[in-house]
């Protein structure tokens, strides 16, 4: 079966990437609702890791924090179907079925590493770490690396959004600056290169909305051969 997403980036009109972006969204969109009416078993994982991707905002957007007893029964709840149901392409692939408790695992722990480097570093939390290593147990390890890079793309988009709402952006440049010279530095004088968090931060963000737009995106373009094919 042809996608037709493929179609809206193979065909795009110079002069016109907004309005193919927006085709490729609708499509994409349409994708994923014709696999769902494919197979609707797919609708109870979809509404499940979109209504705990949901509670998550909602819990870090009123109190910046997402609590173990959210993210860990999600956990739980997305090993339990990868183990549970009959095997298949995924949760949300054709043709629907389990990946398997060992892949449900190993999304969980590339979820977790992939956020891990920025609690590290201070910039993040570890509600929003587990938060993917959740969404990886769902996803399994090739979609939640395009959830995990869809959300730091999110989340940059946010910072800049947020710090030019707050008439920040010169403080958000400087600390890039000081950051990459640092690392920069350390490295030509022989040192461990590594980078520094920022030493005058730019705010605490509602991260789980990065988070919840990239798994959603990735939702969205599993099907879309351009993207799969780079994951």
Do not use: C
């Not at 949901?54 to 029964?73: E, F």
């Not at 949300?92 to 449900?104: E, I, M, N, S, T």
């Not at 587990?130 to 940059?156: D, R, T």
Request: proline share 6%; aromatic share 4%.
């Amino acid at each position: 079966m042809v996608n037709p997403a493929a179609h809206a980036v193979a065909e795009l009109p110079a002069g016109s990437m907004a309005a193919a972006m927006t085709d490729a969204v609708l499509a994409s969109m349409t994708g994923l609702a014709t696999r769902l009416a494919a197979d609707p078993r797919m609708a109870l994982p979809l509404l499940l890791l979109l209504g705990l991707m949901a509670a998550a905002v909602w819990h870090d957007v009123k109190a910046r924090r997402i609590p173990n007893a959210l993210v860990l029964p999600g956990a739980l709840a997305g090993l339990a179907l990868q183990g549970m149901l009959p095997a298949g392409a995924g949760l949300y692939a054709h043709p629907f079925g389990a990946l398997g408790l060992l892949l449900g695992l190993a999304g969980m722990a590339l979820g977790l590493a992939m956020l891990l480097p920025m609690y590290m570093l201070g910039t993040m939390g570890a509600g929003d770490v587990k938060l993917l290593a959740m969404a990886g147990a769902f996803l399994g390890p090739q979609q939640v690396l395009g959830a995990g890079l869809l959300s730091l793309l999110a989340g940059g988009l946010l910072g800049l959004a947020v710090a030019a709402q707050r008439g920040d952006l010169a403080r958000v440049w400087n600390n890039l600056r000081t950051m990459l010279l640092s690392t920069m530095l350390r490295g030509i004088g022989g040192g461990r290169v590594s980078v520094d968090a920022p030493t005058a931060p730019t705010g605490q963000l509602p991260y789980a909305i990065a988070i919840a737009a990239g798994t959603t995106l990735q939702l969205l373009l599993s099907d879309l051969p351009a993207w799969r094919d780079l994951l």
